[in-house]
T-cell receptor, first 112, second 114 residues
Framework: EAGVAQSPRYKIIEKRQSVAFWCNPISGHATLYWYQQILGQGPKLLIQFQNNGVVDDSQLPKDRFSAERLKGVDSTLKIQPAKLEDSAVYLC??????????FGPGTRLTVT | AQKITQTQPGMFVQEKEAVTLDCTYDTSDQSYGLFWYKQPSSGEMIFLIYQGSYDEQNATEGRYSLNFQKARKSANLVISASQLGDSAMYFCAMREGSDYKLSFGAGTTVTVRA
């Protein structure tokens, strides 16, 4: 079974630029999550999708972050414009049920 | 308030010995789940073990066991017979009620010495 795929693995941008991350969940997983993990901290949920609907985006900075999940499969997370404090690893995860989330390898973003 | 507290920022353990990683949690839900994940330096989060709040027995998965003490709200991870490949960051996480999202602790770095 293929795991959660994410791209790119690394990205370096200057502040005020825009960036987009892509995630392909495990086939059949209805729930998809985007987490932000700042260095030295645990992951923090940004947004949760159930199929292509948003379940929870309470911690998503909506003035600069946006996410979509078209057709209930792939998802993209966008930051526009980026700030220095957005430097982090962005993790995508998917789950079939509440029991276990499977994580992708993450995208390491550096904003200079 | 912090939902998950991991008080040990870093630990050293000798190869083949056991190590216990502490985790305490805070919730008012009767139904919840506790998870442990391993994050090597490569960055991926690897699921290790799960304990449901209604599970009467402590969860075990190979060399991993979860010491669940409900009254004390603790869910400590025990890694037995440590291996060099166990060197990584370990995160405790919780799911509450019918919510699927996970709340993570700050993590504990484990370094296994030969």
């Amino acid at each position: 079974e293929a795991g959660v795929a994410q791209s790119p693995r690394y990205k370096i941008i200057e502040k005020r630029q825009s960036v987009a991350f892509w995630c392909n969940p495990i086939s059949g997983h209805a729930t998809l999550y985007w987490y932000q993990q700042i260095l030295g901290q645990g992951p923090k949920l940004l947004i949760q999708f159930q199929n292509n609907g948003v379940v929870d985006d309470s911690q998503l900075p909506k003035d600069r972050f946006s996410a979509e999940r078209l057709k209930g499969v792939d998802s993209t997370l966008k930051i526009q414009p980026a700030k220095l404090e957005d430097s982090a690893v962005y993790l995508c995860a998917s789950s079939l049920m509440a029991y276990e989330q499977y994580f992708g390898p993450g995208t390491r973003l550096t904003v200079t | 308030a912090q939902k998950i507290t991991q008080t040990q920022p870093g630990m050293f353990v000798q190869e083949k010995e056991a190590v216990t990683l502490d985790c305490t949690y805070d919730t008012s839900d009767q139904s919840y789940g506790l998870f442990w994940y391993k994050q090597p330096s490569s960055g991926e989060m690897i699921f290790l073990i799960y304990q449901g709040s209604y599970d009467e027995q402590n969860a075990t998965e190979g060399r991993y066991s979860l010491n669940f003490q409900k009254a004390r709200k603790s869910a400590n991870l025990v890694i037995s017979a440590s291996q060099l490949g166990d060197s990584a960051m370990y995160f405790c996480a919780m799911r509450e009620g019918s919510d699927y999202k996970l709340s993570f602790g700050a993590g504990t770095t484990v370094t296994v010495r030969a």
